[in-house]
């Protein structure tokens, strides 16, 4: 039986994982937990993962995805996340589709876990469809500035599972995501900073959890 503490945590780490398809960092994990060592919050991942809950790559303490009996702890909870996003939906539908999510940031770095940290909505009507499919991170890094994206800009996404080489998109690898300009050579897919500081990020067509979340379509700056 799991403590209260760990049944709250592996409800937050499923509310993101079935909102979005991403799991927090630690450093979401501490916020969510409200203590200030990561040794902490490491601690309680790792007491999911002793009963099971929890699974992680060894070297990789930030590669970690729920289990099987996760997911079957968690089936009622993402039946109530599905109904309160279709809700979500329809309200957006109803607002004239003006707003859209900002759903958290992502790193314009080295690969990264991509953390869905709701933080209000973006009225940008006027710019892009704001429909279901399209979100915004806010991007942390500047491996993209040849590319006009900056540290701190928000980005805008559209949902889709397939790109076009020397599109930016949003990619998704053994859980952790960045953003990059998208092409294929050969059997690779090649993830292409536009910095000189950072090298090609290159990863086999076929590697069983690559994933393309989306093609960047906007940036909003404030300046």
């Not at 994982?17 to 799991?23: D, N, V």
């Not at 099971?52 to 909870?77: C, D, N, W």
């Not at 279901?132 to 599972?161: C, K, P």
């Not at 998109?169 to 690779?188: A, I, S, W």
């Amino acid at each position: 039986m799991l403590a209260e503490k760990h049944k709250s945590l592996l409800e937050f780490l499923g509310s993101y994982q079935a909102s979005h398809g991403f799991l927090p960092s630690v450093r979401e994990v501490m916020a969510f937990l409200r203590v200030r060592s990561t040794n902490t919050a490491q601690y309680h991942l790792r007491q999911l993962e002793a009963e099971g809950y929890v699974s992680r790559k060894r070297g990789r303490a930030r590669a970690f995805h729920l289990t099987e009996r996760a997911r079957e702890a968690l089936g009622a909870l993402g039946r109530r996340l599905s109904e309160a996003s279709g809700r979500a939906a329809d309200a957006l539908a109803a607002a004239g589709r003006r707003a859209i999510p900002l759903l958290g940031r992502i790193t314009a770095g080295s690969l990264d876990l991509a953390v869905e940290d709701p933080q209000g909505t973006l009225d940008l009507a006027e710019f892009v469809r704001a429909d279901n499919a399209t979100f915004a991170l806010r991007v942390e890094g500047d491996s993209m500035i040849g590319a006009g994206i900056y540290d701190g800009d928000l980005v805008i996404v559209r949902r889709q599972a397939t790109l076009r080489d020397g599109e930016i998109g949003v990619v998704l690898v053994d859980g952790e995501t960045t953003v990059k300009y998208f092409h294929r050579e050969g059997d690779r897919i090649i993830l292409r900073p536009a910095n000189d500081r950072y090298n090609d990020i290159r990863i086999p067509r076929h590697h069983p959890t690559l994933e393309i979340c989306g093609r960047v379509i906007g940036v909003v700056r404030r300046v």
